[in-house]
């Protein structure tokens, strides 16, 4: 049996790095202070449900949305944590405890969705197509994050996932992996 943890999250402008910017243009000041409390809010939540679950970090494995599978996937989460990312500080903290960090996506994919993102963000094009697009580019990540812990979580491991609420991985996850919300289920999910 395989087990993984799913925790939908929030992500931080710190997380959507070069996008920030685009993203914060788009609220007045009140809004941008109400999303900064939020997810501030959410990463103290998510910090204290993981200490709570009194988990074997030497036997587990994290995996993070955005995070390319790569060579450099330590320098990676260092950078972004020492950026002031709450979601990579901890993943440096459970690494740190012994977990083992898994890139987790394909670095084709997060390249065509950062230009697709880029463009819809800086366009006043918000058409249909463009909403597709980015759906179906959506769902090939997902597809791919599944993948990638299926072929990687080994029977008798535990897996733990901090993934965007607009994901929907557990379709592509095989079946014997069993699936862990501490959390719940985000509302956009339906599963």
Excluded at 140 to 166: C, H, K, P, T, Y
Aim: some cysteine.
């Amino acid at each position: 049996m395989r087990a993984l943890i799913l925790l939908p999250i929030i992500h931080s402008p710190t997380d959507l790095g070069t996008l920030s910017a685009a993203t914060e243009s788009s609220r007045n000041e009140a809004q941008t202070r109400q999303y900064l409390d939020a997810v501030e809010h959410f990463w103290t939540v998510v910090d204290g449900v993981i200490e709570g679950m009194n988990l074997n970090y030497q036997q587990l494995k994290v995996y993070q949305d955005s995070l390319p599978v790569c060579n450099v996937v330590d320098r990676i989460v260092a950078d972004v944590a020492a950026s002031g990312s709450r979601n990579y500080a901890l993943l440096k903290t459970l690494q740190e405890k012994g977990a083992t960090l898994m890139g987790t996506e394909s670095p084709d994919l997060l390249k065509q969705e950062k230009a697709l993102m880029t463009d819809v963000l800086r366009s006043a094009d918000h058409s249909n197509e463009l909403a597709e697009k980015a759906q179906d580019l959506l769902s090939q990540r997902d597809i791919f994050i599944g993948q990638r812990i299926n072929e990687s979580l080994a029977d008798e491991e535990m897996g733990l996932i901090f993934v965007g609420i607009m994901h929907d991985i557990e379709p592509h996850l095989s079946s014997d992996i069993v699936v862990i919300k501490p959390l719940g289920h985000p509302p956009s999910s339906g599963s």
